[in-house]
Nanobody
Framework: VQLQASGGGLVQDGDSLRLSCAAS????????VGWFRQAPGKEREFVAA????????DYADTVKGRFTVSRDNSKNTVYLQMNSLKPEDTAVYYC???????????????WGQGTLVTVSS
């Protein structure tokens, strides 16, 4: 499975951005897709995850109410809609896939290359 994250960019405080994670190769809509982020000098942290048919979604407390994860299995694509962005959301965002829902990054077996989101104040 190959994952390609895209949609990052430079935005201002309060703006919105939508990230995409496109899967190719031995894709399967059985997989959970998670979003993680890593800010400069900090450890990678969980952001959100969505299960196969989207009936279960999980969010980190820091983004709950501002970010929305969704998926279109017909396009093998998962989205992360980010609203009310803050400077502290600045990070490289990664998507990854796992066989079951989890916040633990080590349980994700395939990773995209990351896309940079910069939020200016």
């Amino acid at each position: 499975v190959q994952l390609q994250a895209s949609g990052g960019g430079l935005v201002q405080d309060g703006d919105s951005l939508r990230l995409s994670c496109a899967a190719s190769g031995r894709t399967s809509s059985n997989y959970v897709v998670g979003w993680f982020r890593q800010a400069p000098g900090k450890e990678r942290e969980f952001v959100a995850a969505i299960v196969r048919y989207g009936f279960f979604k999980d969010y980190a407390d820091t983004v709950k109410g501002r970010f929305t994860v969704s998926r279109d299995n017909s396009k093998n694509t998962v989205y992360l809609q980010m609203n009310s962005l803050k400077p502290e959301d600045t990070a490289v965002y990664y998507c990854a896939s796992a066989p079951s829902a989890t916040r633990e990054s080590w349980r994700y077996d395939y990773w995209g290359q990351g896309t940079l989101v910069t939020v200016s104040s």
